[in-house]
């Protein structure tokens, strides 16, 4: 089985700075990764994915990410945060091949700080 | 496009009352349709998944059950209501792919409050 840590439950930030929000996974197989982003009162909303290819994934709102294999992280970056950004974002794995279930980190709430 | 429904957006109910949420999906055949519960600081707790109609599958044990009557349509209810069932309730659904990797797409919501 996989499974998702977010390494940071709340990470504050002045709007304008940069912002990185940790993932880190563990599975024995291929996976898939995805973010999304948790605004308040809402479902989830897919920022980016990564399958295969390029591990420079970009996503939507200006944000990115870098598969990284050999130390099984996925960090979420973005280079200047706005007010807007503010909500909780989460890591998810999934395994390759077929079916399988997604599994979710306990998500990371990002405060931007005017 | 493909967009998802659900219903209501918020509920109150008291304890011991059946409940009846509901979920469609428009603009895809043979979904995946997924029920979850997130509770703060806990995450996403997957409930129930289906790949087809009538093909249900629990995740973990509740008095809450899940029924999928048509192809694009997944249903969670429950006879009686425990005040641990409060949360929010999220619906979702996703492509079918045989390589995998299929990213899942969320509903509003429902935000339960048992009384």
């Known amino acids: 089985a996989q499974s998702v840590t977010q390494l940071d439950s709340q990470v504050p930030v002045f709007e304008e700075a940069p912002v990185e929000l940790r993932c880190n996974y563990s599975s024995s197989v291929s996976v898939y990764l995805f973010w999304y982003v948790q605004y308040p009162n809402q479902g989830l909303q897919l920022l980016l994915k990564y399958l295969s290819g390029s591990t420079l994934v970009k996503g939507i709102n200006g944000f990115e990410a870098e598969f990284n294999k050999s130390q099984t992280s996925f960090h979420l970056r973005k280079p200047s945060v706005h007010i807007s950004d503010t909500a909780e974002y989460f890591c998810?794995?999934?395994?390759?091949?077929?079916?399988?279930?997604?599994?979710f980190g306990i998500g990371t709430k990002l405060q931007v700080i005017p | 496009s493909q967009t998802i429904h659900q219903w209501p957006a918020t509920l109150v109910q008291p304890v011991g009352s059946p409940l009846s949420l509901e979920c469609t999906v428009e603009?895809?055949?043979?979904?995946?349709l997924y029920w979850y519960r997130q509770a703060a600081g806990r995450g996403l707790q997957l409930l129930f998944y289906s790949v087809g109609i009538g093909q249900i599958s629990s995740e973990v044990p509740q008095n809450l059950s899940a029924s999928r009557p048509q192809d694009r349509q997944f249903i969670l209810s429950s006879k009686k209501l425990l005040l641990s069932d409060s949360g929010f309730y999220l619906c979702a659904w996703s492509g079918r792919d045989t390589l995998g990797g299929q990213p899942q797409h969320f509903g509003d919501g429902t935000r339960l409050s048992i009384l």
């Open positions: 603009g895809t055949s043979n979904p995946n």
């Open positions: 998810a794995v999934i395994r390759s091949g077929g079916y399988q279930k997604v599994t």
